[in-house]
């Protein structure tokens, strides 16, 4: 799983794009890409330089003032995989470019590289801190949660379970890496029984009664906990993703009992998410070995958005975007408060710091909150697994073997 780091980069930022394109890290610059720059260590940094200055009123070769750190120019990220993972660098350079565009926008700056001379794959990415539309883009510990976060829904969209120790020293166990590598991680053994008996019991009492006749372990409690046979250790449920939780289990059932539209407990929402996301699984499963768990970018993306529906009782869409309305209103309210200290004196700096945590955990809940309504708008038209089907197909046809150079998204 990756480990997301970062680094703010307040000098010395042509340096830091000439390392990470270095050919003989990149196997000849194969394994390089950029977003709305030149895939050129000079070339990217004259565009970066034009779109910081533009937005920011600072000189992007500003020299370290005499006190303080200075203002950060570009922010460094690296994305490494463990040796365990038997990661390609075309697998690894993929996932980094779905990376970037999923997490910074389309309308972001950056380089992208993969290098693969060390023992582990990796992927640098120097991010301009302004975007070509003038959006800021802040390196702290709560941007870095959000960024992490993305980068685990990125890897589960190309098969890839997520990272629970990202950015902390803690790696896979070899006993978790020697079963997933082999198809039978403990975890992965747990998801499969639960994908097999969930089309076939009732309710939630007879999956887990199966299980435990079946030789799982199941302790029910605060937390319900699953142990696979001659596993050690039990793992607790909504450690496996939303796609397992309870909530989601007793939806896809009912799914497929045939009791969804009927339930008194669910709103309607939970309804419609619940119908389209049981037609999802079922056909991603059709399409592939039954033995395995499903893997699409929607079943995670729609699992993750009904557990917030379930979570915050949401019951319409009108609650939905009236949150959307309300957090946007946050973010321009913070916005506006963080341009007005900006160019005040050095004194609001801890000041401005708290607002920029404050701006994206409200930004955070508005990328959410957006994302259902645009999701719920697209499955309310009746063409949501259709163009599920065709980002699916697209995927495939993009990870096709090809070789070229300085490939830019």
Known sequence: MPIVKSVPVRTTVQKSLAYILNPDKTEGLLYTASINCMTDAADAYLNMKMVYELYSGHRFDEPLPKTGKGRVKVIHYIQSFSPDENITPEQAHRI??????????????????????????????????????????????????????????????????????????????YAEWYHRDRGT????????ELDRLVPEVKNLEELFGIMEERGFTVRRGRHLMLKAPNQKRAIRLDNLGDLYSLDCLYIRILYHTGELQKSEYLSDWQKAYGLVLGETVSLKRANTNRSQSPDMPGIHRLAAQLAVINREGIH??????????????EC??????????????????????????????????????????????SFSQGDYISKLVQEERKQLDAEKPHRKKNVSL
């Open 96 to 173: 980094a470019k779905a990376f970037a565009r999923k997490t910074f926008g389309d309308d972001c700056q950056v380089v992208i590289a993969t290098h693969t001379d060390k023992h582990h794959i990796h992927t640098h990415f120097i991010l301009n801190t302004y975007s070509i539309t003038g959006r800021r883009f802040y390196d702290n510990w709560h941007s870095r949660s959000h960024i992490r976060e993305y980068s685990d829904r990125v890897c589960q969209a190309f098969g890839i379970q997520p990272n629970e120790n990202n950015g902390k020293a803690k790696s896979t166990s």
């Open 185 to 192: 991680s403990w975890k992965d053994q747990i998801r499969q």
């Open 316 to 329: 319409s869409l009108g609650e939905v975007e009236g949150k959307l309305q309300a957090y946007k209103a």
């Open 332 to 377: 321009i309210r913070i916005a506006g408060e963080i341009e007005r200290l900006d160019h005040a004196a050095d004194d609001f700096e801890e000041q401005l710091s708290g607002l920029r945590t404050q701006y994206e955990k409200a930004y955070q809940y508005y990328d959410v909150y957006s994302d259902i309504v645009q999701t719920y708008r």
